[in-house]
């Protein structure tokens, strides 16, 4: 299975994955929402840049603040914690 990819507009990034490289999800426009797992510990440059339909990024709740400060401060409205 791919590391991230897009179903029915959802991002979806495998459990496992520590990094999502850089213009991973960049310029997608199906993209309207994605999970991303305890397990990512690093994002790279632009990962979300000109996703332009982005609704939420989900992320694990115990974790919030940690992507808050690794995603761009315009992603922040986005961020919704998932349990």
Known sequence: MAK?????????????TKVIKD?????RKS?????????????????FDE??????INVPAKKINYYKEHLPEELHSLIKPIN
């Open 23 to 27: 213009y991973a999800f960049c310029g």
């Open 51 to 56: 996703c332009t339909n982005l609704e939420a």
């Open 4 to 16: 991230y990819k897009i179903k029915d507009g959802v991002g979806i990034i495998s459990e496992g």
């Open 31 to 47: 993209l309207t929402k994605i999970v991303i797992p305890v397990s990512v510990k690093k994002f790279g440059d632009d990962v």
